[in-house]
């Protein structure tokens, strides 16, 4: 059994900034990847940030700039700083890990809303 949780939702104003963490907890020998995506009402799930277990990072070209993803190996932990939040960052977040089986876990969402 495999838990993921998200914590570090919220509502802002535009131009400020929210930090989201995740952890993953439970039956993981070791985590690939770990990432976030977000949704918005009417729209398709989609990438926002991915880190992977060596470092790599790669972003959505809407967050570039703004955003950054880190991870705490040891915890099996992820984070996004988001900075410079627009109304349209408004979406769930979602965290994704992948397991070294290449399994995938995501966590139940946690709302991020930016007002104008």
């Known amino acids: 059994q495999v838990q993921v949780v998200e914590s570090g939702g919220g509502l802002v104003q535009a131009g400020g900034s929210l930090r989201l963490s995740c952890a993953a907890s439970?039956?993981?020998?070791?985590?690939?990847?770990m990432g976030w995506y977000r949704q918005a009402p009417g729209k398709r799930r989609e990438l926002v940030a991915r880190?992977?277990?060596?470092?790599?990072?790669n972003y959505a070209d809407s967050v570039k700039g703004r955003f950054t993803i880190s991870r705490d190996n040891s915890k099996n932990t992820v984070y996004l700083q988001m900075n410079s939040l627009k109304p349209e960052d408004t979406a769930v977040y979602y965290c994704?890990?992948?397991?070294?089986?290449?399994?995938?876990?995501w966590g139940q969402g946690t709302q991020v809303t930016v007002s104008s």
């Open positions: 439970g039956s993981i020998f070791s985590v690939n990847a």
């Open positions: 880190i992977v277990s060596g470092g790599t990072t």
């Open positions: 994704n890990v992948i397991t070294n089986l290449f399994v995938s876990y």
